[in-house]
């Protein structure tokens, strides 16, 4: 009885810091002003439609850091019946910090904690976040493994996949498709895959996923490894099995891993098999929530701030294509930074830091008159460029 209660005290200390540490991560103070009429004496009245009123601008504020001001406008209508009309449900606390009334009007200023984890996936729930990606899809790649049972690695195939079914990557499935997520299945994509020997392992790399998921037309992949293990008898007939899982998403066309997450967990039962399911199940709990936000949170980053997009050029000598580069980073809208990668021949490779996607960008491109330098676009993916530059 002493080990299983030890083994519950862990799991309930575990999963409460976890909960502490991301809500301690998602929140920023914003300061904001509300107005409202004073009529006749009622000035508490007055006091708390302003208040009312800075919530909604901090709320406001909030939004603006996450998306731009361009996806504001275009799902004003979204934001304002979906958001706007619960701004206190974003509201973690706030102080009034000035309070004056001038003409009839009273201004209440406050500075607010407003909760950007639950405003970030209160957007995606209702498709902003995600169509400003222009929806990502996703295919999952995680091997699995419970008590006395072979791994099972879907895309293995007859090398090593004990059935179709995962634990772990049907509950990433469902908490992600709850927020708009698309997802390849892997019917379609096992018949699309041509996996070498060397594919056909359970511990993918980031190159391996890479090479799978663009066979199968996915821009994001999830990859990592699930094992459940036996911890003992516990007392009572009962078995104790812990379940530790690692997951990475990682972009297929640059290989920038844009989330990670870890999670261990435990379950009892009479039967280890069953018990190693739930811990499974559980640890996929933890781990999709945490990787969910994470990846939020970078897209959210993207939409309201900068992005970063590989560009190849080929076609111009080095004294050429500084002359291109400094014309880019100056005249083309959206680009506000530009890193140097590599230079070979007539080939240059560079990243972009800009305001806008791959697609958007792509699109100035083909619109902007370069003078001395005539652009074509021959390949795109949603993060990367192929520009082939012809001197004039």
Known sequence: MNRRAALLLFIVLFISAKAFTVSAQDTKTVSAEGVAAIQGTARDIARDAALEDAQKRAVEQAIGILIDSQTQVENYQLISDKILSQTKGYIKRYNVTSETADSGLLRVRINAEVALGQLTDDLSGIGILLARMHKPRTMMMV?????????????????????????????????????GFEFIDHEVAAQEL????????QDLSVTQARKLGAQADAEVVIIGKAVAKP???????????????????????????IATSTAHDAAVHISELTAGT???????????????????????????????????????NKTQFAKFKDILLNQVRGIKDLHERSFSGTTAKISVDSKNSAQMLSDELLLKNFGTFAVEIVGSTANSLVLKVTPK
Do not use: P
């Open 278 to 316: 739930e811990a499974l199940k559980r640890a996929a709990n933890q781990a999709s929530e945490e990787l969910l936000g994470k990846i939020l949170a970078v897209y959210a980053r993207e939409t309201g701030g900068t992005r970063s997009v590989n560009i190849t050029i080929t076609g111009l």
């Open 194 to 201: 041509k996996a070498t020997a060397a594919s056909r392992v």
């Open 231 to 257: 911890y003992g008898d516990i007392g009572g007939g009962m078995m104790s099995v812990q379940a530790d899982l690692s997951v990475r998403a990682v972009r297929i066309d640059t290989g920038q891993v």
């Open 143 to 179: 091997a699995e493994q419970n008590v006395g049972q072979k791994i099972n690695a879907w895309w293995m195939g007859a090398h090593g996949a004990e059935s179709d079914s995962s634990v772990v990557e049907n509950t990433f499935m469902d908490k992600f498709t709850e927020k």
